[in-house]
């Protein structure tokens, strides 16, 4: 048995791959986004190219896309939110993270990508990419409860 890479815990003769070798169709743009995953971790550039949307492949490289995807090393997938992209819609979003070993060191890809129906069939059309949230702190004010639970004005206690 063998795991498929997208993280869905299913075998991969199951899973992704009989959406990369044209035996299945997706039935969402998930199943899209898990099988183009995939398909970066077994090099089957054809697949990424294919279930990519027409008016998105200008400029697509094959060559390119298969070297890269050769001298990775993939980590694995994580979907963290779909937006529609169900067996009804024509349009979805699936937002995930990639994590990947390039000739840059440890990488970290985090997207979210957009999916429309075309003939009853979900291509990708373009990423967005997420830029990181900065981290917000909760600031205690002087004259504020200490937030070690004494009692005691922050001032008082803590900030000592």
Known sequence: MSSCPCGSAKEYAVCCEPII???KTAETAEQ???ARYTAHVKVEVDFLFES?????REG????????WAESSDWYGLEIL?????????????VEFIT?????DGKRTHHERGQFKRKENQWLFTEGIMVKPQPLTS????RNDPCSCGSGLKYKKCCAK
Do not use: A, I, L, S
């Open 32 to 34: 899209v986004m898990r």
């Open 21 to 23: 070798t044209g035996k």
């Open 52 to 56: 990519t949307h027409p008016d998105y």
């Open 99 to 103: 994590r990947f070993r390039d000739k």
């Open 138 to 141: 909760n600031k205690v004010g």
């Open 81 to 93: 939110n779909t937006v529609q992209g169900g067996p009804g819609d024509e349009d979805g979003e």
């Open 60 to 67: 697509y490289d094959h060559k390119g896309t298969r070297t």
